[in-house]
C-alpha cells in the first residue's frame, strides 16, 4: 500500500547527498523536522526547517544526549495509522504522524579509528538515532525509514513516481537495511568493549562487517558470494589491485593464505607461492630474486596457476622471472615502472600491491549450519632457545635458524602436514592427508621430483607427533638429517630411538600446529 508522505524528521552525522532529497522533499510538502547541525545545513541549503525544540516544546539536555528522546517524536513514529485507538491517544496528544526518518549515526566507527580517548568514543555512541531507527524500521507498515545516503536516489524515485508516497514494499526494503544497520553498529561498540576489557570469547559473540563488493561466485560457479570488511577501518584491505581482473573468492582465499605466511617471514626477502590454500613453495633469502626462484623450485607444477606474495619490491628481472609461469595473482611491496610494464603484457594477470596491508590478529570463525567455531589465531612462532634437542647429535646455529624456518611453514599447510626445506627454503611438502604416513611419503615424492639433490642432509618438519616410527623412517631413508616435531606420543622413545639409531638430529616442541 502506497502512503502518503507528509512530515519527515531528517538527522544525519555524514551531510552529504542531501541537497537532491531536499529539493524532492520541498516538491511534494513534505514538511522537514531537524536538530543541530543537520538544521544548521539545512537552513544554509535554503530550505524550510522546523526545528526539533519547537516541534517537542522541550529544549535538548546534557550536552545533546537528550534531543530526540521524546513522546512525541516516537509516538510519531511508532502509532498504527489504521488502529482506532492509536488514532485517538494521536488526536488527544495532538500528535501529528512523521511518514518519513532520513537518520545516519554518530561516527563511533571513524573515532575507534582515530583516537585511544575512551571519553571521546563514548560520546559518540549513538543513541537517539538507533531507537529512532528501530521504531522506524518496527513500524514499516506506516513509516519510510533510510539510514543511507546511497538510498536517497532509490527515495528520490520512490516519491516521484508515487507522487509524494511510499510503497510497501520500498518501506520494507528499507526496514531491513535499517535493522542490519543497528545491528551492525551495536555488534562494533560490543567488540570496542570486549577488547577494551580483553574479552576474546564473551557470552554473546557479535561478528559485524560491511560489504565491501560481491564477487563473480563464490568457491564454484554455482555458488554466490560476496567479500566483507570486518574491522573499524573497513574503507579498504589495505589491498591496491593496479592491473588484472577482478579478484575471486578463491583469488581472496589464496591471498589471505599466502599473506599469513609471509607476516611470519620476519628476516631477509620472503616469497610465498600459495596454490588451494596451500604452501607449495617458500623461500626466504638476502637476495629477492633468489628467494624467488627458490620458492618456484620448490614444485613448480603445483606454482602453475597460483598465488604468490613477496615482502619486497619487484624490479625488472623480477617481474621477468615471474612472467616465465602462469600466475593468478602477485601480491608485492610495491612494482617499480619497468616492473610493471612487464606484468601489464598479461592482461588477466591480477597485480596488486600490499605496501599498506597490515595483518591483524582478529579471532578466526568456522561456521556450519547455526552455529560456529570461534579461536584465538596460531601466532605462535617457536622460540630457538626453549628448542629440546632429544637425540644424541646436537645442532649448531645456522641449523637451530632453519629448523626455526621449517617449522613455522609447516604451521601454515593443511595437517596432517610434513616439510622438508633446504637452506631456508621448502623443497617438498605433504598436505593434508588423513595419514601422517602419507604426507611424509608425498613430501619425500615432491623433494625427489624437483630436487633430489637438495635431500640430503634436509629438514623435515611436522605439524604434529609422530605415532609409529614408520613415518620419519621415510624421511631418514630420503635423507633426512634433522627433524623437528611437536613430540607427546605415548611412543615417543620408539622415534627416538630410531632417530638416534640413524644418527639423526630430533627435536621437540611441545607446540602443536594442527591446521584442518
Given at each position: 500500500m502506497n502512503l502518503k508522505v507528509k512530515n519527515a524528521l531528517i538527522s544525519v552525522s555524514n551531510k552529504e547527498n542531501l541537497t537532491s532529497l531536499l529539493k524532492t522533499l520541498k516538491k511534494f510538502n513534505i514538511n522537514i523536522i531537524s536538530s543541530g547541525g543537520t538544521y544548521a545545513s539545512i537552513k544554509k541549503l535554503g530550505y524550510q526547517c522546523t526545528e526539533l525544540s519547537k516541534y517537542t516544546g522541550f529544549k535538548e539536555m546534557l550536552d545533546g544526549r537528550v534531543k530526540t528522546l521524546h513522546p512525541k517524536i516516537h509516538a510519531g513514529i511508532l502509532h498504527d495509522r489504521h488502529d482506532k485507538k492509536h488514532k485517538k491517544e494521536m488526536s488527544k496528544q495532538n500528535f501529528p504522524a512523521i511518514d518519513l526518518i532520513v537518520v545516519n549515526f554518530y561516527p563511533f566507527q571513524k573515532i575507534v579509528t582515530n583516537t585511544k580517548n575512551p571519553k571521546q568514543i563514548i560520546e559518540n555512541i549513538d543513541i537517539g538515532g538507533p531507537t529512532m531507527v528501530r521504531a522506524a524500521a518496527k513500524n514499516f507498515k506506516n513509516?519510510?525509514?533510510?539510514?543511507?545516503?546511497?538510498?536517497?536516489?532509490?527515495?528520490?524515485?520512490?516519491?516521484?513516481?508515487?507522487?509524494?508516497?511510499?510503497?510497501?514494499?520500498?518501506?520494507?526494503?528499507?526496514?531491513?537495511?535499517?535493522?542490519?544497520?543497528?545491528?551492525y553498529y551495536d555488534a562494533m561498540i560490543a567488540n570496542w568493549f570486549n577488547k577494551r576489557l580483553k574479552i576474546e570469547f564473551p557470552e554473546r559473540k557479535t561478528?559485524?562487517?560491511?560489504?565491501?563488493?560481491?564477487?563473480?561466485?563464490?568457491?564454484?560457479?554455482?555458488?554466490?558470494?560476496?567479500?566483507?570488511?570486518?574491522?573499524?577501518?573497513?574503507?579498504?584491505?589495505?589491498?591496491?589491485?593496479?592491473?588484472?581482473?577482478?579478484?575471486?573468492?578463491?583469488?581472496?582465499?589464496?591471498?589471505?593464505?599466502?599473506?599469513?605466511?609471509?607476516?611470519?617471514?620476519?628476516?631477509n626477502s620472503g616469497t610465498v607461492i600459495i596454490k588451494h590454500?596451500?604452501?607449495?613453495?617458500?623461500?626466504?633469502?638476502?637476495?629477492?630474486?633468489?628467494?624467488?626462484?627458490?620458492?618456484?623450485?620448490?614444485?613448480?607444477?603445483?606454482?602453475?596457476?597460483?598465488?604468490?606474495?613477496?615482502?619486497?619490491?619487484?624490479?625488472?628481472?623480477?617481474?621477468?622471472?615471474?612472467?616465465?609461469?602462469?600466475?593468478?595473482?602477485?601480491?608485492?611491496?610495491?612494482?617499480?615502472?619497468?616492473?610493471?610494464?612487464?606484468?601489464?603484457?598479461?592482461?588477466?594477470?591480477?597485480?596488486?600491491?600490499?605496501s599498506n596491508f597490515k595483518l591483524k590478529s582478529l579471532t578466526a570463525i568456522k561456521s556450519f549450519g547455526g552455529s560456529f567455531l570461534a579461536q584465538s589465531k596460531d601466532n605462535i612462532i617457536i622460540d630457538k632457545k626453549k628448542l629440546k634437542c632429544v637425540t644424541k647429535i646436537k645442532p649448531n646455529k645456522k641449523e637451530l635458524a632453519e629448523i626455526q624456518f621449517a617449522f613455522n611453514i609447516c604451521k601454515h599447510v593443511k595437517s596432517n602436514a610434513i616439510v622438508l626445506c633446504n637452506n631456508f627454503s621448502t623443497i617438498g611438502i605433504g598436505a593434508g592427508q588423513p595419514s601422517r604416513l602419507d604426507s611424509c611419503k608425498i613430501a619425500v615424492q615432491k623433494a625427489k621430483q624437483f630436487q633430489p639433490s637438495k635431500i640430503r642432509n634436509s629438514i623435515a618438519a611436522s605439524d604434529a607427533f609422530f605415532p609409529f616410527s614408520d613415518g620419519i623412517n621415510i624421511l631418514i631413508k630420503a635423507g633426512v638429517k634433522t627433524i623437528i616435531q611437536p613430540g607427546g606420543s605415548i611412543r615417543d622413545q620408539e622415534v627416538i630411538n630410531a632417530a638416534n639409531k640413524a644418527k639423526v638430529r630430533m627435536f621437540f616442541t611441545g607446540i602443536r600446529h594442527f591446521n584442518h
Open positions: 513509516v519510510s525509514i533510510v539510514t543511507d545516503r546511497n538510498d536517497y536516489k532509490s527515495l528520490i524515485k520512490e516519491l516521484e513516481i508515487s507522487k509524494g508516497k511510499t510503497s510497501l514494499k520500498f518501506r520494507e526494503l528499507m526496514s531491513s537495511k535499517a535493522f542490519g544497520l543497528t545491528a561478528i559485524f562487517g560491511r560489504k565491501l563488493q560481491k564477487l563473480r561466485y563464490g568457491e564454484n560457479p554455482h555458488q554466490q558470494s560476496s567479500i566483507y570488511v570486518s574491522d573499524y577501518d573497513d574503507k579498504q584491505l589495505g589491498f591496491n589491485q593496479i592491473h588484472g581482473k577482478e579478484l575471486s573468492y578463491n583469488n581472496y582465499n589464496d591471498m589471505f593464505a599466502s599473506l599469513e605466511v609471509l607476516n611470519s617471514l620476519k628476516k590454500a596451500n604452501p607449495c613453495g617458500v623461500s626466504q633469502n638476502k637476495v629477492p630474486l633468489l628467494s624467488l626462484k627458490n620458492a618456484y623450485a620448490s614444485d613448480p607444477v603445483s606454482a602453475f596457476g597460483g598465488v604468490i606474495a613477496c615482502n619486497y619490491k619487484i624490479d625488472k628481472k623480477i617481474a621477468s622471472e615471474i612472467n616465465k609461469n602462469f600466475l593468478e595473482v602477485i601480491l608485492a611491496k610495491g612494482f617499480d615502472k619497468k616492473s610493471l610494464e612487464i606484468l601489464k603484457s598479461k592482461k588477466n594477470l591480477r597485480v596488486i600491491d600490499i
